[in-house]
């Protein structure tokens, strides 16, 4: 958990690789829908590009089938799920269905300022989705993806007004979402700031990990 553009994505891709899960992004997931044109997609866009979050019963629907799947039943990172009480709600229903338990929930903060840093110097490979920044990230060539040598771009919903609007609910709905397992003591929250590696290292200390 954490606000937009704290840097959940890619702690969520380190740690794939150090625990061999795989790293299930509601966000990806989305955009890759509205990428294919696929009916899903057409129902999210304006929610997405407009920094607002999909309705829960079609987050709902999303997130049980894809934990359904085979490669998910030795566990899996969730990335940006859930970030509402009733989400929270819906992933203690599906974790009871597969009988897996809930092991970690780690929320990374960050202070706004540098979250609109982050987030305003985003840049995105539209083909595989890797994630650069101007300053922190860069690629090889200026604004040529490393991995697919096409030109890279920036998300619609990382205009700074959407950026804050986006804050806006990151405030009003998923803290709430937070609260709850905050009040269940299993929420650790985890310093964001600083390089990538630092934070990495701080999450794996949260997970017990060496
Ligand atoms: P989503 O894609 O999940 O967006 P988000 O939560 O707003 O998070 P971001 O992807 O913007 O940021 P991040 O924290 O992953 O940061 P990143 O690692 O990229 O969701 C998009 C939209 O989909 C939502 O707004 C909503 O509409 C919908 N949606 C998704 N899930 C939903 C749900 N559950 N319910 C309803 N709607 C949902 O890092 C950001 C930048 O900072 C990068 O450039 C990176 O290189 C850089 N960076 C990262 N770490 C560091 C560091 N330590 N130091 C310096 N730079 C860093």
Redo the contacts with the bound molecule.
């Keep these: 958990m954490?606000?937009?553009?704290?840097?959940?994505?890619?702690?969520?891709i380190l740690l794939r690789e150090r625990l061999g899960v795989p790293h299930v992004?509601?966000?990806?997931i989305?955009?890759a829908s509205m990428q294919a044109g696929a009916s899903l997609g057409k129902q999210?866009r304006g929610?997405?590009e407009g920094?607002?979050?999909?309705?829960?019963d079609l987050?709902g629907d999303l997130?049980a089938e894809r934990l359904q799947r085979s490669d998910a039943r030795g566990g899996f990172i969730l990335?940006?799920?859930?970030?509402?009480v009733g989400?929270v709600r819906t992933l203690d229903e599906v974790l009871a269905r597969a009988g897996m338990p809930l092991d970690h929930v780690l929320m990374?903060v960050a202070p706004e300022e540098e979250i609109i840093r982050?987030?305003s110097?985003?840049?995105t490979c539209p083909q595989c989705g890797a994630?650069?920044?101007l300053?922190?990230?860069r690629p090889e060539s200026a604004g040529i993806c490393d991995a697919c040598g096409v030109a890279l771009a920036q998300?619609p919903?990382?205009a700074e007004e959407v950026i804050r609007k986006?804050l806006g609910?990151y405030r009003a709905q998923t803290m709430a979402a937070g609260q709850v397992y905050r009040e269940r003591g299993v929420l650790r929250e985890v310093d964001?700031?600083?390089?990538?590696q630092?934070?990495a290292a701080r999450l794996r200390s949260g997970l017990g990990m060496a």
């Design positions: 954490g606000p937009p553009g704290v840097g959940k994505g890619t702690q969520a992004s509601t966000g990806d989305l955009r999210v929610f997405v920094g607002q979050l999909v309705p829960d987050m997130i990335d940006g799920f859930p970030r509402t989400q990374l982050r987030l110097g985003r840049r994630v650069y920044h300053e922190s990230r998300r919903d990382d986006r609910i964001g700031v600083g390089d990538v630092q934070v």
